[in-house]
Structure formats: structure tokens, C-alpha cells
């Protein structure tokens, strides 16, 4: 197998400049974030990326991944939000009150969607634990549940051993680059789940009001998620989330030095990313992107596809050249069914970083009968 790289393809006329815009303001200081990134989910890009691979502690950013994981059992059917569940006193006596809390007493009942509520809104660490007992029985079968979806979405430089994200020896670290695909999945795979849960300023439980700590909440125009972080080790750590017009952009910023940072530089980051970058259409879902050759079927081509519609974004009132390559290792071998991911579309912007988006095969090719073979061997496509 060789990697096929088709050839670059202009796409300037895919472009339309914006008029100039005024001068923008600028992303956060490194001693606001020492770590920040900033992807533009409608597109694909990363508009700012600061030690984006960089391991750190994520405290109750964590709990991010525990509603992912609640999600995904939701819609397996293996969760119900109405179920009501009953608190262990064991973990009632080891976390009740330890940190941002509901205070659940040993033996309480209490449904899951409030657990739920108390993981994302309050940030309340009891309500994970109790979550990760109720659903799958122990906090060791839900790390693993954790990891294994931290491992389907290519979180490569993250682990998780607990639920909530109370310090754990450094068991428990993320990078940047990590938490933005983790948000970017919250949102893209669980719309619904997604506004109903991370969108909530506050929860009521037991008669009290208990308020997020989300600092664009009510702030920035289409903030409407994720979840913020802070223990004494790891500092202040925000990963958010903003929409505006139907362009998303997803932030992470770690080890800020206080809460105050962190807000400053979450907005900073947001408003820059939206003052100081243009988004325009480019490709939609179905569009025909290109097509890839086909060893041993019915078709020699397969056409492919974007898997969702996706725009392009440049910096404002600019009108950059922009070239598309498709690549991928073939001709990719037959059968193939439709939707099944074959190759990627590498995008290069002039002055910004080269990026890729997944190609789909838009149609099933099916493996050569004998007399199919006999014509793919006459036009040298059998190996």
C-alpha cells in the first residue's frame, strides 16, 4: 500500500473577502494562561494553540468526561435520567461536604438527572461518585468506562482515575488539545443532553440555590458551556464553549494563577476568536469532494464526502489563497461500504498551518466478480 495524495486543488473562488474589520482585541497573556487553545468547531481550526500538548491537571474538569460517559449510557439505553438511585454511605461519608458538594446523606434517593445536574451546574463532587456507583457499580468500572472514550476520541496524552477530579496523585491529567475534542464531542454527538444539562446557571437542591462557575455564563453572548476547574495543584482550568450566528468556538485555558485570570483570559480569548477571524462556507455534507481509486470492485472510483458541513475560517478581511489535497493509502480495497472513512482532505491556508478533515465514501462499492476481476487485471488494477 503507498500513500495517494491527490493533486492540490485551488479554492480560492470558495472565498468571498469581508470588508476590513476594526482592529480586534488581543488573545490572553501567557501569565493570564500558560496554557490556552482556541478551535473553531465549525471549521475544524485551531485559531491559537499555547502548550496545547502540554499534560496538566484539570480538577473538576474532569466532570466533563463523566457527563460524556452519562451520555453515552443514556443513549445505549443502560442509564435513565428518572431512575432514582440510593447514595452509599460510604460515599456519602467520604465525600458529603468534601469540596463543592450536594451534601447527599447515606441511603438518600435521588434521581439521575439530578446527579447530573449536580456534576455539570454545581460541580458538585458527591454527585459524580454517586453517578459512577449508580450507573456501573464501582468508581473503577467508570475510570475505565472513562478511558476507554477518552481512547475512542484520540485523547492521546490524557488519563483519568477519578470521576470528579479531586486531587489523585497526578493520576488523573489532560492536555489542551485533549479537552477540546472532549467538548467538541459533547456538543457535536449529544445536542439535546448537551443544551439541557451545560446550559443551566444554576440548580436548586434541598431548597438551596446553587449557582456554575462558568465565567463567560451570562457574560459573553452564546456562551453556553463546559466546565471550569480549580484545586490548590492545578490551578484554575476553564474548558468552554461559545456559539454565535451557528459558529461555535471551544477554549481551554489551565494553570491560570486565579478565578479572576481565568475569566479575563476566557473572554479575551473568546472575543479575539471572533473579532479577529472571519467564518465563510465552504464545504457541506454530500458535496462531492473528490474521488479515491478502488482496488478489487465493481467501481475503479469511490467518491467521498465531509462527514457535516464545515466553513473555513481566515483572519478578518483577509482573502488568503486556499488548496485542497485528498490523501489516503490505496487504491483503498474493495468491499466498501458507504460512510466508511477512507481518506482525509488536507486544507492549506496561506500564512496558517496546514489541517485535515475526514473524508466518507458517499456510496458501497462491492468486491469484483470473476468477470470484474478479468477487466480490473486488463486496466492494471490487480494486485
Same mark, same amino acid.
Given at each position: 500500500?503507498?500513500?495517494?495524495?491527490?493533486?492540490?486543488?485551488?479554492? @480560492?473562488?470558495?472565498?468571498?473577502?469581508?470588508?476590513?474589520?476594526?482592529?480586534?482585541?488581543?488573545?490572553?497573556?501567557?501569565?493570564? @494562561?500558560?496554557?490556552?487553545?482556541?478551535?473553531? &468547531?465549525?471549521?475544524?481550526?485551531?485559531?491559537?494553540?499555547?502548550?496545547?500538548?502540554? !499534560?496538566?491537571?484539570?480538577?473538576?474538569?474532569?466532570?466533563?468526561?463523566?457527563?460524556?460517559?452519562?451520555?453515552?449510557?443514556?443513549?445505549?439505553?443502560?442509564?435513565?435520567?428518572?431512575?432514582?438511585?440510593?447514595?452509599?454511605?460510604?460515599?456519602?461519608?467520604?465525600?458529603?461536604?468534601?469540596?463543592?458538594?450536594?451534601?447527599?446523606?447515606?441511603?438518600?434517593?435521588?434521581?439521575?438527572?439530578?446527579?447530573?445536574?449536580?456534576?455539570?451546574?454545581?460541580?458538585?463532587?458527591?454527585?459524580?461518585?454517586?453517578?459512577?456507583?449508580?450507573?456501573?457499580?464501582?468508581?473503577? %468500572?467508570?475510570?475505565?468506562?472513562?478511558?476507554? !472514550?477518552?481512547?475512542?476520541?484520540?485523547?492521546?496524552?490524557?488519563?483519568?482515575?477519578?470521576?470528579?477530579?479531586?486531587?489523585?496523585? #497526578?493520576?488523573?491529567?489532560?492536555?489542551? @488539545?485533549?479537552?477540546?475534542?472532549?467538548?467538541? &464531542?459533547?456538543?457535536?454527538?449529544?445536542?439535546?443532553?448537551?443544551?439541557?444539562?451545560?446550559?443551566?446557571?444554576?440548580?436548586? /437542591?434541598? #431548597?438551596?440555590?446553587?449557582?456554575?462557575?462558568?465565567?463567560?455564563?451570562?457574560?459573553?453572548?452564546?456562551?453556553?458551556?463546559?466546565?471550569?476547574?480549580?484545586?490548590?495543584?492545578? #490551578?484554575?482550568?476553564?474548558?468552554?464553549?461559545?456559539?454565535?450566528?451557528?459558529?461555535?468556538?471551544?477554549?481551554?485555558? #489551565?494553570?491560570?494563577?486565579?478565578?479572576?485570570?481565568?475569566?479575563?483570559?476566557?473572554?479575551?480569548?473568546?472575543?479575539?476568536?471572533?473579532? %479577529? /477571524?472571519?467564518?465563510?462556507?465552504?464545504?457541506? @455534507?454530500?458535496?462531492?469532494?473528490?474521488?479515491? !481509486?478502488?482496488?478489487?470492485?465493481?467501481?475503479?472510483?469511490?467518491?467521498?464526502?465531509?462527514?457535516?458541513?464545515?466553513?473555513?475560517?481566515?483572519?478578518?478581511?483577509?482573502?488568503?489563497?486556499?488548496?485542497?489535497?485528498?490523501?489516503?493509502?490505496?487504491?483503498?480495497?474493495?468491499?466498501?461500504?458507504?460512510?466508511?472513512?477512507? &481518506?482525509?482532505?488536507?486544507?492549506?491556508?496561506?500564512?496558517?498551518?496546514?489541517?485535515?478533515?475526514?473524508?466518507?465514501?458517499?456510496?458501497?462499492?462491492? %468486491?469484483?466478480?470473476?468477470?470484474?476481476?478479468?477487466?480490473?487485471?486488463?486496466?492494471?488494477?490487480?494486485?
Amino acid at each position: 500500500m503507498r500513500l495517494h495524495a491527490e493533486r492540490w486543488l485551488p479554492l @480560492a473562488l470558495l472565498i468571498v473577502a469581508a470588508p476590513a474589520a476594526a482592529e480586534p482585541p488581543g488573545p490572553p497573556s501567557v501569565e493570564q @494562561a500558560p496554557i490556552a487553545l482556541l478551535v473553531d &468547531a465549525s471549521s475544524g481550526q485551531t485559531l491559537l494553540a499555547r502548550r496545547a500538548e502540554t !499534560r496538566f491537571l484539570p480538577a473538576s474538569m474532569t466532570k466533563a468526561m463523566t457527563a460524556l460517559v452519562a451520555f453515552d449510557l443514556i443513549r445505549a439505553g443502560r442509564l435513565d435520567e428518572q431512575a432514582m438511585v440510593t447514595v452509599r454511605p460510604a460515599t456519602a461519608s467520604r465525600l458529603s461536604g468534601k469540596g463543592t458538594s450536594l451534601y447527599l446523606k447515606p441511603n438518600e434517593r435521588i434521581r439521575i438527572a439530578d446527579l447530573l445536574r449536580g456534576v455539570v451546574t454545581a460541580s458538585a463532587n458527591d454527585a459524580a461518585a454517586v453517578l459512577a456507583e449508580a450507573a456501573l457499580g464501582s468508581q473503577q %468500572a467508570w475510570h475505565q468506562a472513562m478511558n476507554q !472514550r477518552a481512547q475512542a476520541l484520540d485523547m492521546t496524552g490524557s488519563h483519568f482515575a477519578s470521576a470528579n477530579g479531586l486531587p489523585d496523585g #497526578g493520576k488523573t491529567y489532560v492536555t489542551a @488539545a485533549d479537552m477540546a475534542r472532549l467538548g467538541q &464531542a459533547l456538543v457535536r454527538e449529544y445536542p439535546e443532553l448537551y443544551q439541557r444539562y451545560f446550559r443551566a446557571r444554576e440548580m436548586t /437542591w434541598n #431548597g438551596h440555590r446553587l449557582f456554575s462557575r462558568n465565567p463567560l455564563s451570562g457574560v459573553v453572548a452564546g456562551a453556553d458551556g463546559i466546565k471550569t476547574g480549580h484545586t490548590r495543584e492545578a #490551578g484554575y482550568t476553564f474548558l468552554g464553549s461559545v456559539v454565535r450566528d451557528g459558529r461555535r468556538l471551544v477554549l481551554v485555558v #489551565g494553570k491560570t494563577p486565579s478565578e479572576a485570570a481565568r475569566a479575563k483570559a476566557s473572554r479575551d480569548l473568546v472575543e479575539w476568536g471572533f473579532a %479577529a /477571524w472571519d467564518s465563510r462556507p465552504f464545504l457541506a @455534507a454530500g458535496q462531492e469532494v473528490g474521488r479515491i !481509486r478502488v482496488q478489487n470492485g465493481t467501481a475503479r472510483e469511490v467518491p467521498v464526502t465531509v462527514p457535516r458541513d464545515y466553513s473555513i475560517t481566515v483572519p478578518s478581511g483577509t482573502n488568503p489563497a486556499v488548496r485542497v489535497q485528498i490523501l489516503y493509502s490505496g487504491p483503498v480495497r474493495a468491499p466498501i461500504a458507504k460512510g466508511s472513512p477512507v &481518506a482525509t482532505l488536507e486544507v492549506r491556508i496561506e500564512g496558517q498551518p496546514a489541517y485535515r478533515l475526514p473524508l466518507l465514501t458517499t456510496k458501497s462499492v462491492a %468486491a469484483a466478480g470473476p468477470i470484474d476481476r478479468i477487466v480490473n487485471g486488463l486496466l492494471g488494477l490487480w494486485e
